[in-house]
């Protein structure tokens, strides 16, 4: 069975826009996590305009199942990482002023960059993942990285799928498939739906966790966040 990992960016966004603490993020994260979710994902970025670095470490004890770190694994983002230690960090190659994560890592060009930075977070124990896309060269490099996982970039998918394409499904399929012969845990993300997500769930083999903050949301705003954890984890069975 994949996992479910909420993202809950979009919950501090909405506190952020108001000041205080409504909607109270760590009640989110627990309720979330009681609805039946199997994680908790959540990607600081330098300017703190969603996720600030303070709430990381307030969820810490608040996460009992999965918790899992993305961002780009600056000097800042490491050290919180290190200090926190949660059970998977996925770094992700996103620029300071991205609006939300645009490309995968290019694992042949970053290749010993990666490698010492995944050394670093591998030593204390915390499971590694790589933001990356389809171009099975570059699921090849990951391998030699020393990463745990992929997590691959699902947006070309989602925008094609909506479209009515379900070819666009195949190069996820075949990454996988490499993945999985080269030892790599296979994760996905980004504009997965509840439209989409059954679909993508059936043609990746050995999918083991999928991360979903923007779609569970807005979703959550029309059917009820626990009607909605439901409906992905009945999906993804």
């Known amino acids: 069975m994949t996992k479910l990992s909420v993202n809950i960016n979009k919950i501090a966004t909405l506190r952020n826009s108001r000041g205080g603490n409504v909607p109270n993020l760590l ?8 609805f039946g979710a199997e994680g908790i994902t959540i990607h600081p ?12 470490y307030d969820l810490k004890p608040i996460v009992t199942t999965e918790y899992n770190i993305e961002g780009n694994p600056i000097q ?5 990482v290190l200090d926190i230690k949660p059970t998977q960090v ?16 290019d694992t042949i060009s970053n290749q010993s960059y990666l490698q010492e930075v995944i050394a670093e977070f591998k030593n204390t124990g915390i499971r590694t993942s790589i933001f ?3 171009d099975l060269k570059l699921i090849e ?10 997590e691959l970039y699902t947006e ?3 925008k094609e799928y909506e479209k009515g394409n379900k070819d666009a499904v195949k190069p996820y399929t075949e990454a996988a498939i490499l993945a999985h012969d080269l030892g790599l845990g296979i994760n996905a993300g980004h504009d997965l739906s509840l439209d989409n997500i059954k679909f993508f769930k059936e043609n990746i083999p050995n999918l083991a966790e999928v991360s979903i903050g923007h779609a569970l949301i807005s979703e959550s705003i029309y059917l009820g966040l626990e009607n909605v954890v439901n409906m992905y984890l009945h999906r993804l069975q």
């Open 90 to 105: 996925t770094l992700v190659p996103d620029a300071v002023d991205a609006i939300t994560s645009n490309a995968g890592w």
């Open 76 to 80: 800042k983002f490491m050290d919180l």
């Open 156 to 158: 070309h998918f989602a």
């Open 141 to 150: 490099a990951a391998a030699k990285t020393g990463a745990d996982r992929i």
């Open 132 to 134: 990356i896309d389809t």
């Open 45 to 56: 970025r330098p300017d703190e305009r969603h996720i600030r670095y303070q709430d990381a």
């Open 27 to 34: 009640q989110v994260a627990k309720d979330i996590q009681e």
